[in-house]
């Protein structure tokens, strides 16, 4: 089974979906599960995890409300305010919900480099474990020596890194991002999205090749065992096709194991989102 462990929904607002600029443009319109089955069914694609991608309690319904009626949708990665000191009676109105895997925090967009390790944030992670809620992490490169530390205080808890943490390919950097990645992998409970990579190269001219050094390392920092295939749809459709997306990461695990290559595509996001 193929599952894609990260893509998003959305009806299309300007105001809400801000962050869509005007080189992103071919995305200012709405995606819903209709234009995703068509996809999926165009790519042998047999199911997904709908992540948030707007920070409301709104958007939780909109996606349970949405995973109800498609059944390819087989989690939610939803959104709750982790620094709510009464965070945990959300958490409890969503274990109601069994599609609804765990939760995730726009930390990119965060001023403050080290957003992770706040008091009050750090208490709202400290409750995901009795919920056996999962927590994405979605941060740029200079946040990851806070997301080291941050993992580190719960080594029972569920964590991802969404689009391998954004590296900036387009630039070249490499060497900083690498050396943490190491080091983040070593935590047993840490897993990587193998997804976003497109985006962080250059939009037009991106090549696997220039893409290929750091999935290379992805690879040796988590291990097959703790990777997860992921599209980043429709965001991807800024830099490529969803065709383009898969091939990317179809072939760079061509020569693994077969066990291992049925991990990366689906048994490991069956697994860490119970799905």
């Given at each position: 089974?193929i599952?894609?462990s990260?893509?998003?929904?959305?009806?299309?607002?300007?105001?809400?979906?801000?962050?869509?600029?005007?080189e992103?443009?071919?995305i200012?319109k709405?995606?819903?599960p209709?234009?995703?089955e068509k996809?999926?069914?165009?790519?042998?694609?047999?199911?997904?995890v709908?992540?948030?991608?707007?920070?409301?309690?709104e958007?939780n319904k909109f996606?349970?409300?949405?995973?109800?009626?498609?059944?390819?949708?087989?989690g939610i990665v939803?959104?709750?305010?982790?620094k709510n000191?009464?965070?945990?009676s959300?958490l409890?109105k969503y274990n109601?919900?069994s599609?609804m895997?765990?939760?995730?925090?726009?930390?990119?967009g965060?001023?403050?480099?080290?957003?992770?390790l706040?008091?009050d944030?750090?208490?709202?992670?400290?409750?995901?474990?009795?919920?056996?809620?999962t927590?994405?992490?979605?941060v740029?490169?200079?946040?990851?020596g806070?997301?080291?530390?941050?993992?580190?205080?719960f080594?029972n808890?569920?964590?991802v890194?969404?689009?391998?943490?954004?590296?900036?390919?387009?630039?070249?950097?490499?060497?900083?991002?690498?050396?943490?990645?190491?080091e983040?992998?070593?935590?047993?409970?840490?897993?990587?999205k193998l997804?976003?990579?497109?985006t962080?190269?250059?939009?037009?001219?991106?090549t696997p090749?220039?893409i290929t050094?750091?999935?290379d390392?992805?690879?040796?920092?988590?291990?097959?065992?703790?990777?997860?295939f992921?599209?980043?749809?429709?965001?991807?459709l800024v830099?490529?096709?969803?065709?383009?997306?898969?091939k990317?990461?179809?072939?760079?695990?061509?020569n693994?194991s077969?066990?291992e290559?049925e991990?990366?595509?689906?048994?490991?996001?069956?697994?860490?989102y119970?799905l």
């Amino acid at each position: 089974m193929i599952i894609d462990s990260h893509q998003h929904f959305w009806k299309y607002e300007v105001e809400k979906h801000d962050w869509i600029d005007d080189e992103m443009s071919v995305i200012r319109k709405n995606f819903l599960p209709s234009d995703l089955e068509k996809v999926y069914k165009n790519n042998g694609i047999d199911g997904c995890v709908a992540v948030q991608a707007d920070q409301t309690l709104e958007e939780n319904k909109f996606l349970i409300e949405l995973a109800e009626q498609h059944n390819f949708i087989k989690g939610i990665v939803g959104w709750v305010d982790l620094k709510n000191s009464a965070v945990e009676s959300d958490l409890e109105k969503y274990n109601d919900f069994s599609k609804m895997k765990g939760f995730r925090h726009v930390v990119q967009g965060e001023a403050d480099h080290n957003f992770l390790l706040r008091p009050d944030f750090l208490r709202g992670i400290s409750l995901l474990e009795k919920y056996n809620y999962t927590y994405d992490i979605l941060v740029f490169p200079h946040q990851l020596g806070s997301v080291l530390e941050f993992v580190k205080r719960f080594p029972n808890q569920k964590f991802v890194i969404d689009h391998i943490a954004k590296p900036y390919i387009k630039d070249g950097f490499y060497d900083g991002w690498a050396a943490l990645m190491l080091e983040i992998g070593k935590q047993e409970n840490v897993f990587c999205k193998l997804s976003g990579m497109i985006t962080e190269a250059d939009y037009k001219d991106w090549t696997p090749k220039q893409i290929t050094p750091y999935m290379d390392l992805v690879l040796k920092a988590f291990g097959a065992g703790r990777i997860l295939f992921g599209s980043d749809w429709p965001v991807c459709l800024v830099a490529g096709e969803y065709k383009s997306v898969k091939k990317l990461v179809f072939d760079f695990i061509q020569n693994l194991s077969r066990i291992e290559q049925e991990a990366i595509l689906g048994k490991n996001a069956i697994t860490f989102y119970n799905l």
